[in-house]
């Protein structure tokens, strides 16, 4: 059940400089767990209060999962999950 | 120091005087690791607010990738304030999240001038930079 998590310049400092990460789970919630086990640190910075943080983008293949299922979108071997951090200001 | 095109800096400032008095936003992209801004690309402000912007988040998706296809990373994010200076507000400051881009601010508050700052934010520290602008080569006229 290898997915692959694309990860920002920003949070690359938790995959030492990694662009990219395998994970595993059914469930981007599962999928996040994983990531923690593998790169301590980066679950923290992707969801706050058991949900994801409003202003990090987190992608399955081609859709923002916030118009899927959120954390609870079900993720599958072969997927690819794209994390950006939002560009956002006033 | 942000050194920039003319004719990237004024395509720039029409896009922000066009969106007037919302907040326009994109990005200039340019080679990895070169710090050379080449390519505007205008985003679409999902909020459509005067006071607020934020990427449309597929719009992002694919315009990163494009870039990612093309070796670029974002050399430049731009926004305006339409009614404040061109200066980072504190809302700039918490979220900003490229540390190797250049906050390029543009101020739409008045039509007859046109105020164009720069900005590296780092770890939330602000610190302002000079813009030089590039000009046509005329001596080759």
Known sequence: ?90 | MLELRRDLLDAIVAHARRDHPDEACGIVAGPVGADRPERVVEMTNAERSPTFYRFDSQEQLRVWREMDDRDEEPVVIYHSHTATEAHPSRTDVSLAQEPGAHYLLVSTRTDDEVEVRSFRIVDGDVSEEEVRVLEPDHARE
């Not at chain 1, 938790?14 to 662009?19: I, L, M, N, R, V």
């Not at chain 1, 994970?23 to 994801?52: F, K, N, Q, W, Y």
């Not at chain 1, 943080?53 to 299922?69: A, K, M």
């Open chain 1, 1 to 90: 059940m290898a997915i692959e998590v694309r990860i920002p310049t920003i949070l690359r400092t938790y995959t030492a400089g990694a662009k990219a990460v395998s994970a595993e789970g059914d469930t981007l919630a599962g999928l996040i767990d994983d990531l923690e086990s593998r790169h301590p640190g980066l679950r923290d910075r992707l969801v706050e209060e058991g949900r994801l943080r409003r202003f990090v983008n987190v992608y399955l293949n081609d859709e923002d999962v916030r118009f899927l299922g959120g954390l609870e979108t079900e993720v599958a071997d072969g997927d690819s999950v794209t994390v950006l951090p939002a560009v956002a200001g006033g």
